[in-house]
T-cell receptor, first 115, second 113 residues
Framework: DAGVIQSPRHEVTEMGQEVTLRCKPI?????LFWYRQTMMRGLELLIY????????DSGMPEDRFSAKMPNASFSTLKIQPSEPRDSAVYFC?????????????FGDGTRLSIL | AQTVTQSQPEMSVQEAETVTLSCTYD???????LFWYKQPPSRQMILVIR??????QNATENRFSVNFQKAAKSFSLKISDSQLGDAAMYFC??????????FGAGTRLTVKP
């Protein structure tokens, strides 16, 4: 089975540029989560979707961050404009509703560096 | 609010020895799920072991086992016969219902040859 697929694996861009991170969840999974990982704050949940609908976006740091899930097999996390403090590893994860005891399956993450 | 605490930022173990990583959590729920994830330098998040709160028996996966103390809200991970490949960050996580998973700050495990 293919796991959660994230792209790009690395992204380096200059401050002020728009950044788009992409995620393909595991087929059949109906929950999708976006996390940010930094040394200072650890793993933070940014937003999660159920059946393509955003359920909780309280972790999204600012209006510069937005996330969409246009269909069950694709989600994006966009930062516009980007700032150096946005530099982090961003993870996407997916899981099944019917199996509450199932873990979240993580992608390999995108390492974002804002210069 | 549910919180997860890992009080050991770093731990070290000699190859082939046993090490225990600590985790405590705070919740008012009675039915929930606990997980340990491993994050090696490759930064993948790999599930190590899971535990359902309604099960009294401690979960075991090969060399990995947990000591689940529900009353104390404690969920420690024991790694037996430690191997060099066990070196990683280990995250304890809590999940209630279908809400988000809460992670601890992590413990960095070093395995000495």
């Amino acid at each position: 089975d293919a796991g959660v697929i994230q792209s790009p694996r690395h992204e380096v861009t200059e401050m002020g540029q728009e950044v788009t991170l992409r995620c393909k969840p595991i087929s059949g999974h109906d929950y999708l989560f976006w996390y940010r990982q930094t040394m200072m704050r650890g793993l933070e949940l940014l937003i999660y979707f159920n059946n393509n609908v955003p359920i909780d976006d309280s972790g999204m740091p600012e209006d510069r961050f937005s996330a969409k899930m246009p269909n069950a097999s694709f989600s994006t996390l966009k930062i516009q404009p980007s700032e150096p403090r946005d530099s982090a590893v961003y993870f996407c994860a997916s899981s099944l509703f019917r199996s509450v005891n199932q873990p979240q399956h993580f992608g390999d993450g995108t390492r974002l560096s804002i210069l | 609010a549910q919180t997860v605490t890992q009080s050991q930022p770093e731990m070290s173990v000699q190859e082939a020895e046993t090490v225990t990583l600590s985790c405590t959590y705070d919740t008012s729920e009675s039915d929930y799920y606990l997980f340990w994830y491993k994050q090696p330098p490759s930064r993948q998040m790999i599930l190590v072991i899971r535990q359902e709160a309604y099960k009294q028996q401690n979960a075991t996966e090969n060399r990995f086992s947990v000591n689940f103390q529900k009353a104390a809200k404690s969920f420690s991970l024991k790694i037996s016969d430690s191997q060099l490949g066990d070196a990683a960050m280990y995250f304890c996580a809590y999940r209630y219902n279908n809400n988000d998973m809460r992670f601890g700050a992590g413990t960095r495990l070093t395995v000495k040859p």
